[in-house]
């Protein structure tokens, strides 16, 4: 369990300084509010399956964890299209679930990364020796939201993805 929590804490660290704005003076007019949630598929009565979702006070290996992500704008200024950028990292022993994250739109340009540095809609390569590869899903280390409309004060947008537990 205590590995479960410092993973969490190294991911919050992680993501800390990873919002990007326009025009940041002294305060960053962003705030982020995190949940993450363990996910259960149940089947009720009828034989209807159903997720249900509970807060996380240990996780085990194989369980599937939702990360939601809420972003506000607090400041006084619009921020200009494709300035605003949510980069998370995929918590370490931990493996994003395919086709779980807030997808790409008109509004939401979403990216990957196997390194935490480059970023790209799949397929996501990363460099080998002499070539690049292809990485499958499970090798992602972040995911980055890049917001392609104007983000007006007090505007909020919400953001997530699931991973599952590898140790």
């Given at each position: 369990m205590?590995?479960?929590?410092?993973?969490?804490?190294?991911f919050?660290?992680?993501?800390?300084?990873?919002?990007?704005?326009?025009?940041?003076?002294?305060?960053?007019?962003?705030?982020?509010?995190?949940?993450?949630?363990?996910?259960?598929?149940e089947?009720?009565?009828?034989?209807?399956?159903?997720e249900?979702?509970?807060?996380?006070?240990?996780?085990?290996?194989?369980d599937?964890?939702?990360?939601?992500?809420?972003?506000?704008?607090?400041?006084?200024?619009?921020?200009?299209?494709?300035?605003?950028m949510?980069?998370?990292?995929?918590?370490?022993?931990?493996?994003?679930?395919?086709?779980?994250?807030?997808?790409?739109?008109?509004?939401?340009?979403?990216?990957?990364?196997?390194?935490?540095?480059?970023?790209?809609?799949?397929?996501?390569?990363?460099?080998?020796?002499?070539?690049?590869?292809?990485?499958?899903p499970?090798?992602?280390?972040?995911?980055?939201?890049?917001?392609?409309?104007?983000?007006l004060?007090?505007?909020?947008?919400?953001?997530?993805?699931?991973?599952r537990?590898?140790?």
């Open positions: 205590w590995r479960f929590f410092r993973y969490l804490l190294a919050f660290w992680g993501l800390l300084g990873l919002v990007w704005g326009q025009d940041l003076s002294d305060r960053d007019p962003i705030s982020i509010r995190i949940e993450y949630y363990l996910v259960r598929e089947v009720d009565a009828e034989g209807n399956s159903f249900r979702f509970s807060s996380v006070k240990k996780a085990q290996l194989g599937t964890i939702e990360f939601r992500l809420y972003v506000s704008h607090e400041g006084d200024k619009t921020l200009e299209p494709a300035t605003v949510i980069t998370s990292p995929i918590p370490e022993n931990m493996a994003y679930i395919f086709a779980s994250a807030t997808p790409s739109s008109e509004r939401i340009l979403t990216e990957f990364s196997g390194d935490g540095f480059s970023f790209s809609e799949p397929p996501v390569f990363q460099e080998g020796e002499d070539e690049h590869l292809i990485i499958g499970e090798a992602y280390r972040a995911i980055r939201w890049t917001l392609r409309y104007a983000f004060p007090k505007q909020q947008e919400s953001f997530f993805f699931r991973v537990v590898l140790k």
